[in-house]
């Protein structure tokens, strides 16, 4: 059974770093692409970033330059590197195992972890 966690979420200020990880574990099976997603309190929940095998990446434009997505395939699990953080980055961020389509697609599963809370103070 595949199990996605997340974890690193917490409180920070603004203008304040941290650094989201994701595990996947009970598989053997390489996600051909993974993604950060986050809902926001009242919000539907947005893709953040996706990063395709171990490199390619897309962001939404509100997170370019200041998040960073990464993946280490061999003990697969991804990271979310958030710096400069702002108080609308505040939300629940889940990681999704997925697929691609194109160069800028990600087709989300439904493998998702249980989320890991991000608040950001002003």
């Known amino acids: 059974q595949v199990q996605l966690v997340e974890s690193g979420g917490g409180l920070v200020q603004s203008g304040g770093s941290l650094r989201l990880s994701c595990a996947a574990s009970?598989?053997?099976?390489?996600?051909?692409?993974m993604g950060w997603y986050r809902q926001a309190p009242g919000k539907e929940r947005e893709l953040v970033a996706f990063v395709v095998g171990g490199g390619t990446s897309t962001y939404a434009d509100s997170v370019k330059g200041r998040f960073t997505i990464s993946r280490d395939i061999p003990k697969n699990t991804m990271y979310l590197q958030m710096n400069n953080l702002k108080p609308d980055d505040t939300g629940v961020y889940y990681c999704n195992g997925g697929r691609f389509r194109g160069v800028s697609e990600y087709l989300p599963t439904d493998y998702w972890g249980q989320g890991t809370q991000v608040t950001v103070s002003s």
């Open positions: 009970g598989t053997n099976l390489i996600f051909s692409a």
